[in-house]
């Protein structure tokens, strides 16, 4: 039941900007409920995540993580927001707004000329927010997930590129 339909009151319910606090297992569990693009994430692929990108926005019900989004910056010129999650029973209760406005309101997203984002469903959520849609940008290059030999290879390759010079 989402917190809307029970009345919840979330006067209690704490917004914090250091990454620092965040009970990665928790975050884990977050996505796994909430985030249907992050259920297969694994513990080490998400500290690695979480350590490079800045802010990370955190929502905490006292001890309970249930909430989180995350940007990368330049701070400048251009941001992009990531894995924006409002626990299922905490929806509908105006935190998801607070925690997308939290995020570009940070110092390092609040002077950024395009924010960026990318969704699946929540148009109409972004939309409240001042977001649009935008249908000029939309190039992606689909990775190849790079395993532990490949790296290995790419930074001998880049040491020996390095040295002939
Ligand atoms: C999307 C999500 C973060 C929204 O969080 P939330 O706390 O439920 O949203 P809020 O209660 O803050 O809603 C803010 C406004 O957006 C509107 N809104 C929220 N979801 C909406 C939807 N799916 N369609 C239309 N409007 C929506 C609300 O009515 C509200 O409007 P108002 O400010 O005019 O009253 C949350 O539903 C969620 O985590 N979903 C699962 C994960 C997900 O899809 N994340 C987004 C990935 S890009």
Known sequence: MVGEEIGMDCRHIKFCTDKEKIDLNQLLALYQKNAFWAKNRCLEDVTVAIAHSNPVISVWDNKRLIGSARATSDGIYRATIWDVVID?????????????????????????????????????????????ENETTTMVLYNSYPNPEDLLKQSQNLEEISLNR
Do not use: C, D, M, W
């Not at 309101?105 to 950024?112: A, E, G, I, K, T």
């Not at 148009?123 to 001042?130: H, N, S, T, V, W």
């Open 88 to 132: 299922a029973e905490y929806q509908g209760l105006g935190l998801g707004r607070k925690l997308v406005e939290t995020l570009i309101s940070h110092p390092l997203l609040n002077r950024v000329e395009r924010i960026y984002l990318t969704t699946t469903h929540q148009q109409k959520f972004y939309q409240r927010i001042g977001f649009v």
